[in-house]
């Protein structure tokens, strides 16, 4: 029977990404080689949570009014692992928090907090970028999640310990 019930909850979680927004983001200016950063604008009026995989992004109600895509552009595709990676809020009334960073090719997953009356318009940036440890790309497997208007990531020293 937990065999069942554990069946249940993935098709409910399945079930809840499958009602999520999707978003392939416009690639635009070609961007410095090593330096990689995304924009992404969204109306919230209520709850919701952008989770962001290289250059898609699903906007999920969590709950409140219906959300709303308007922005989402970057200079190159986010990496699988980016070192020095970086979370900066730049617009929007309420909450918004990195709860989950990057690495091992898991989404970025930023959650907003939309608390007031009505809608609002929430932006943030995430920066990240490809430079090389020892002469291979690092990943970033010291990652960290922390509250604060930025949120930055350190490189991994396991790779250079390689």
Same mark, same amino acid.
């Not at 969204?42 to 250059?55: M, S, T, W």
């Given at each position: 029977? $937990?065999?069942?019930?554990?069946?249940?909850?993935?098709?409910?979680?399945?079930?809840?990404?499958?009602?999520?927004?999707?978003?392939?983001?416009?690639?635009?200016?070609?961007?410095?080689?090593?330096?990689? $950063?995304?924009?992404?604008? *969204?109306?919230?009026?209520?709850?919701?949570?952008?989770?962001?995989?290289?250059?898609?992004?699903?906007?999920?109600?969590?709950?409140? &009014? /219906?959300?709303?895509?308007?922005?989402? &552009?970057?200079?190159?595709?986010?990496?699988?692992?980016?070192?020095?990676?970086?979370?900066?809020?730049?617009?929007?009334?309420?909450?918004?928090?990195?709860? &989950?960073?990057?690495?091992?090719?898991?989404?970025?997953? *930023?959650?907003?907090?939309?608390?007031?009356?009505?809608?609002?318009?929430?932006?943030?940036?995430?920066?990240?970028?490809?430079? /090389?440890?020892?002469?291979?790309?690092?990943?970033?497997?010291?990652?960290? *999640?922390?509250?604060?208007?930025? &949120?930055?990531?350190?490189?991994?020293?396991?790779?250079?310990?390689?």
């Amino acid at each position: 029977m $937990k065999v069942y019930g554990t069946i249940a909850l993935v098709l409910a979680g399945l079930m809840s990404l499958s009602a999520g927004q999707y978003r392939l983001a416009e690639i635009a200016g070609g961007g410095n080689p090593n330096d990689g $950063k995304c924009r992404i604008e *969204v109306i919230i009026d209520g709850v919701a949570e952008i989770h962001i995989r290289g250059n898609i992004a699903t906007l999920l109600d969590i709950s409140g &009014q /219906p959300s709303q895509w308007r922005h989402f &552009q970057c200079n190159g595709v986010m990496p699988d692992n980016p070192i020095n990676f970086q979370f900066l809020r730049t617009d929007g009334r309420g909450r918004q928090d990195l709860i &989950q960073s990057p690495r091992n090719g898991e989404a970025a997953v *930023v959650h907003i907090e939309d608390a007031d009356p009505g809608s609002s318009v929430y932006t943030f940036d995430l920066m990240w970028n490809y430079l /090389p440890v020892n002469g291979r790309r690092a990943s970033n497997q010291n990652a960290r *999640v922390s509250p604060g208007s930025v &949120q930055h990531l350190a490189p991994s020293t396991a790779a250079s310990a390689r």
